[in-house]
């Protein structure tokens, strides 16, 4: 058996799925002609409380093109220091925007108003101008944590009061969403901006929507042009969104049960150290310090287990819908021995 706890990202369409991706109908998207496109664009937007959507081919490039419209250069933005904006966009915000980055420390990646006001910079020529903050939603390094709308509305009223915009890269949000219980709908208007994946928990092959109002996501769809993400037929791939969406929401509560049973089975070892709060469908478990990150990953990875190495002691794993409770079963029963 392989299990796979690598990231949400491995998950392989499911039959229904492909079905609909084989029923799409199509147009070229580039001509805004593909109605399944446009009417996965729509759908999200309508979900969020906002005016219009860009399909894209990933979430970076949903990321970067809202900073790219939100910024000018020389702007600062401000971040979690574990943001993926920063951490794993290859330094983009510095190449495709030319904007500096202020990166603050938040708790498990999540950032307040009190912490943002305090990093604004003064206006003078001495400083970038801060322009633009990022929130990440569920957060990624921050083991899957995630805010209320309670958290973002102060940080929305300081935007506000200090004229920044605010984007969301919520490429997780329906992890936090199903926790939460907060309505999608009540997000659009406490966001310039709001970048979903669908290629995450939600199991599609590929894709992220960029969300905003109808001028950012003209300016949005240029940008997209520039950096080669304008696709033709891509109803296909827009169909396995829709399919997620209607189908993949309902069941991303499953993951985090099963996030929280391999969590109980990593705690009650004696050569784990630490582990995160499991929130959502993250865990991330530091081991003693006389294991490595790097066997322990080898041997689970011997009986088909897989997942990541993150730094020398600490593991993560990530559930999602190729995980089924007989996996869990299985990887806890291994996990186990590993670990006795
Ligand atoms: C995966 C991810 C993205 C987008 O990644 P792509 O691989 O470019 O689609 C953005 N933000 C977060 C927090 C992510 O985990």
Request: aromatic share 6%.
């Amino acid at each position: 058996m392989i299990v796979d706890f690598r990231s949400d990202t491995v998950t392989q369409p499911t039959p229904g799925m492909l079905n609909a991706m084989f029923e799409a109908k199509t147009g070229d998207d580039v001509y805004h002609e593909d109605e399944t496109v446009n009417a996965l664009e729509e759908k999200l937007a309508n979900m969020f409380g906002m005016q219009a959507g860009l399909f894209c081919p990933s979430g970076t490039m949903t990321n970067q093109i809202a900073i790219k419209c939100l910024t000018h250069p020389l702007d600062e933005v401000i971040c979690d220091l574990s943001s993926h904006v920063y951490q794993y966009e290859g330094g983009g915000i510095a190449f495709n925007s030319g904007a500096s980055v202020r990166t603050l420390k938040g708790d498990r990646g999540r950032l307040t108003a009190e912490l943002i006001e305090a990093n604004i910079n003064p206006h003078n020529i001495h400083h970038p101008e801060t322009r633009l903050v990022v929130l990440e939603n569920t957060s990624n390094r921050g083991g899957g944590s995630f805010y209320t709308l309670d958290d973002i509305e102060p940080i929305y009223h300081l935007c506000q009061l200090k004229k920044l915009s605010l984007h969301l890269d919520g490429a997780r949000i329906f992890n936090a969403l199903a926790e939460t219980g907060d309505h999608a709908k009540n997000y659009g208007h406490l966001f310039d901006s709001i970048s979903v994946c669908l290629s995450k928990g939600l199991g599609a092959p590929v894709g992220s929507v960029l969300l905003g109002s109808i001028d950012m996501i003209q300016k949005a769809r240029r940008i997209r042009k520039v950096l080669g993400g304008g696709m033709r037929q891509a109803g296909y791939l827009a169909a396995a969104g829709i399919y997620a969406l209607d189908n993949h929401i309902k069941r991303l509560k499953d993951d985090h049960k099963h996030a929280r049973m391999i969590a109980e089975t990593l705690r009650s070892s004696a050569s784990v150290q630490n582990i995160l709060p499991v929130d959502t469908n993250i865990v991330i478990a530091e081991l003693d310090r006389h294991i490595s990150a790097e066997s322990f990953v080898d041997h689970l990875a011997d009986h088909g287990i897989k997942c990541a190495a993150f730094g020398n002691h600490m593991v993560r794993f990530v559930t999602h819908l190729g995980i089924d409770e007989n996996m869990i079963d299985y990887a806890v029963t291994w996990i186990k021995k590993e670990l006795h």
